[in-house]
């Protein structure tokens, strides 16, 4: 049994005052519980900020790079591992650990501040080039992310350190003052980046705001508390490092504004005319002037191009709408694209359209250019556009609510895509599908990447709803009688970003039902600009050929994209 007020053991006497170690505690200009206080304040503030850090490096890379699950995996590992290398490299710096830790804040601040415009200023200017310098950005995001994780791992010996010197503590307690700052601080930089920081100040604002008061508050801490452990050479080499890093930090700031504009122009061109933040995406528009095509971009993805949307637009509606159609659900579609190709039939009664940004639903009402493309759907009384979920807006969604269903929503292996092309979404679809019901979704390019096409063919067969399979080449009837080549065009989010695949051949559709759908055309709208019964025949054939048997389908618990 152990009894509860034993004596410790003898041992051999704290570092700070045995021969050799790192000194008696340093004298405080605060008294002992105050000098205490304010090294845990530090603690929470450079916590915050380390962690703001973190999620800045994710963020930028999710959007640069996609896949937002590599991303993610690659940094926080890479810095959990450095933190390691950090915690064993600052044993060297205990003697000195107010000036170490002063050093250490000004270098966290700037690297840490600066990564978000690095990283952009990479993939704006660089990220094209090709060659050896392809995974560029990738190396960077590690390199950031490796420093950075370095660094933070370094403070936590140093600030034991500190706070051993501020007041003699059996090392236990130590400990558990100074994680339990660590972690509430943690807490509040994860809880300020995605509702602060990040819709009110943008990435890199954000970042830069987050260096300058993590080089304030580490500078404050060892020149205010600590500068008698400093000798007058180190104080006035650690007041101007700081002060150049904070000048640094502040300059960037202020012309964070001119730089983001002038990348954008990098990545997307000359021709921006709108580029806005929404609270999902950034949204931008390029072209509709002086005869310019207009391109929509959505967090650096091309998503519609003037020059050949409507071929994918008749393509994804007109199949689904050949019968009833007097109620129709468009899943995504915030365009307004969608929603104008339905709004042609006649019969048509009611359209809805759950879009998860509303902003873009702003944006495609009220743009003049994007509003004329959609020929001004949004003011046809029979639309009807929400901003939800579309997983949860289907669960809360009546049965056999719809005769039709457009889904119309970015590539499956897109991760935030991913729960919207599994058996559990077409289980819900096909509950609030009528009995004579139809859905049409966008699978991505049948011809470039069948495997996922044909994936989510094998999953909507697992919810009860077998599919046939259409797509659209290059070149239609219509677009070889002009003499154009109607290829999309470059995504230049992923060309920036050293992600130099070609870019699609055409768009892979899927025409599912409760039992196997005939792919036609409705005979009573209006003939389709793009789109014929023989071609369509004809995007059946090619995309037969592209089936990849005995896939099995995709799950929330187990996504196969």
Not at 399 to 407: E, G, K, W
């Amino acid at each position: 049994m152990i009894e509860p007020h034993a004596p410790a053991p003898p041992g051999p006497p704290p570092s700070w005052g045995a021969p050799g170690g790192t000194g008696a505690p340093a004298p405080l200009p605060v008294r002992p519980g105050t000098g205490r206080f304010l090294v845990l304040a530090g603690v929470f503030v450079c916590a915050a900020c380390g962690l703001v850090y973190e999620l800045e490096l994710v963020a930028l890379a999710s959007y640069l790079m996609g896949d937002s699950v590599t991303q993610a995996s690659v940094v926080l590992s890479v810095m959990v591992f450095a933190m390691g290398l950090g915690s064993l490299a600052a044993k060297r710096l205990r003697r000195f650990a107010a000036a170490g830790f002063g050093a250490l804040e000004a270098v966290l601040a700037l690297v840490g501040g600066s990564s978000a415009m690095v990283l952009y200023a990479v993939f704006a200017w660089t990220g094209g080039w090709g060659g050896l310098w392809a995974d560029g950005p990738r190396v960077l995001l590690v390199g950031f992310s490796l420093t950075i994780g370095v660094l933070i791992g370094a403070e936590v010996p140093l600030l034991m350190e500190l706070i051993q010197r501020v007041r003699r503590q059996d090392p236990g307690g130590a400990v558990a003052d100074l994680f339990a700052a660590d972690y509430v601080g943690a807490l509040v930089g994860g809880l300020a980046f995605p509702f602060v920081l990040l819709p009110f100040l943008g990435q890199l604002t954000g970042a830069l705001l987050t260096g300058t008061v993590n080089a304030a508050v580490g500078a404050a801490l060892v020149l205010g508390l600590f500068r008698r452990d400093l000798t007058r050479r180190a104080r006035w080499l650690l007041l101007t490092a700081n002060v150049l890093v904070l000048a640094l930090l502040a300059t960037a700031t202020v012309l964070a504004d001119d730089f983001e504009r002038a990348a954008r122009h990098a990545v997307y061109g000359q021709d921006v005319r709108v580029a806005v933040r929404t609270d999902v995406q950034e949204v931008v528009l390029t072209g509709d002037a002086d005869g310019r095509p207009l391109d929509l971009f959505l967090d650096g993805r091309l998503r519609v191009s003037d020059s050949d949307e409507r071929r994918y637009h008749e393509a994804l509606v007109r199949p689904a709408m050949d019968g009833p159609h007097a109620r129709v659900l468009i899943l995504g579609g915030g365009d307004g694209l969608a929603a104008r190709e339905v709004l042609r039939h006649p019969g048509v009664r009611r359209v809805d359209v759950v879009e998860p940004d509303a902003g873009l639903v702003r944006l495609a009402r009220n743009d003049p250019g994007l509003s004329a493309l959609n020929e001004h759907a949004y003011g046809d009384p029979r639309l009807h556009a929400g901003t939800a979920d579309a997983f949860r807006r289907l669960r809360s969604t009546p049965s056999a609510a719809y005769d039709v269903v457009i889904s119309d929503l970015p590539d499956p292996d897109i991760t935030a895509s991913t729960k919207l092309y599994s058996q559990e979404f077409y289980g819900l679809l096909r509950r609030v599908l009528a009995p004579d019901g139809r859905l049409a979704v966008h699978a991505g390019p049948v011809a470039d990447r069948p495997r996922t096409f044909w994936t989510v063919d094998a999953t909507l067969r697992a919810a009860g709803l077998p599919a046939v399979a259409y797509r659209v080449g290059t070149r239609d009837a219509h677009d070889a009688h002009e003499g154009r080549d109607a290829a999309p065009a470059p995504d230049p989010g992923r060309a920036a970003a050293g992600l130099h695949a070609p870019a699609p051949r055409g768009w892979g559709f899927l025409l599912a039902a409760r039992a196997a759908p005939a792919l036609r055309l409705d005979p009573a709208a209006p003939r389709p600009r793009t789109l014929t019964p023989e071609s369509l025949a004809g995007g059946a054939r090619d995309a037969a050929r592209t089936r990849v048997p005995g896939l099995p389908p995709s799950t929330l618990v187990h996504p196969r994209y």
